[in-house]
């Protein structure tokens, strides 16, 4: 079936440094990825978007590299800070025109 | 701009009961989506819907149910509850159906069945 994994269930960085959250993808149909932010007791928030026609975006602070070879993204927030602490989640178009979430990513932030 | 609300945040019911949760869209949004997250499975997809009807559904058992109203609110509904259905409950919405567009996610809805 459909599915979208995580390398890593928790991610510890120091204050300052690089983070990079990885997200496997099943289905090489899908074109159009997320990356979601979650903080404790509240919902999913967006933080960026691509689109399978391209290999890299950037925003403030953070990129998502798509490589469609291997069904591989990844998230890079750069200078971490601790309200980046939160739980990353991956997600994938699928087939079905309905997103699929990954099971997430905890990251933490250390001063 | 009024984020998405959803109520109540926090209930408790037990087993056999049905429980109704409410989601009130941003403004303007015509699509609205409900998600069960819990700590094993993750964000699953229960429906969606866009214009009062429902355009997708998930892998759920009919127990779930949803409906959207004319003003883009939407309600869902779960019968006979189990204890497996304790979860978040979370609602989303987005100016256009399908997955391209961006969804804003409500703060959830926090079932607990005893």
């Known amino acids: 079936g459909e599915s979208v994994g995580l390398h890593l269930p928790t991610l510890s960085v120091q204050e300052g440094d690089n983070s990079i959250i990885n997200c496997a993808y099943s289905?090489?149909?899908?074109?159009?990825f997320i990356w979601y932010k979650q903080e404790s007791g509240k919902g999913p928030q967006f933080i960026i978007d691509i689109r399978s026609n391209m290999d890299k975006r950037q925003g403030q602070r953070v990129t998502v590299l798509l490589n469609k070879t291997v069904k591989h993204l990844s998230l890079q927030i750069a200078a971490t800070q601790p309200g980046d602490s939160a739980v990353y989640f991956c997600a994938e178009n699928g087939l079905s025109d309905k997103l699929i979430f990954g099971t997430g990513t905890r990251l933490q932030v250390f001063p | 701009k009024a984020g998405v609300t959803q109520t109540p945040r926090y209930l408790i019911k037990t087993r056999g009961q049905q429980v109704t949760l409410s989601c009130s869209p941003i403004s303007g949004h015509r699509s609205v989506s409900w998600y069960q997250q819990t700590p094993g499975q993750g964000l699953q997809f229960l429906f969606e819907?866009?214009?009062?009807?429902?355009?997708n559904k998930g892998n759920f058992p009919g127990r779930f149910s949803g409906r959207q109203f004319s003003n883009s609110r939407s309600e869902m509904n779960v019968s006979t509850l189990e204890l497996g259905d304790s979860a978040l409950y979370l609602c989303?919405?987005?100016?256009?159906?399908?997955?391209?567009?961006?969804?804003?996610f409500g703060e959830g809805s926090r079932l607990t069945v005893l």
């Open positions: 289905n090489s149909a899908s074109d159009y």
């Open positions: 989303a919405s987005s100016r256009t159906s399908g997955t391209t567009g961006e969804l804003f």
């Open positions: 819907y866009f214009s009062e009807t429902q355009r």
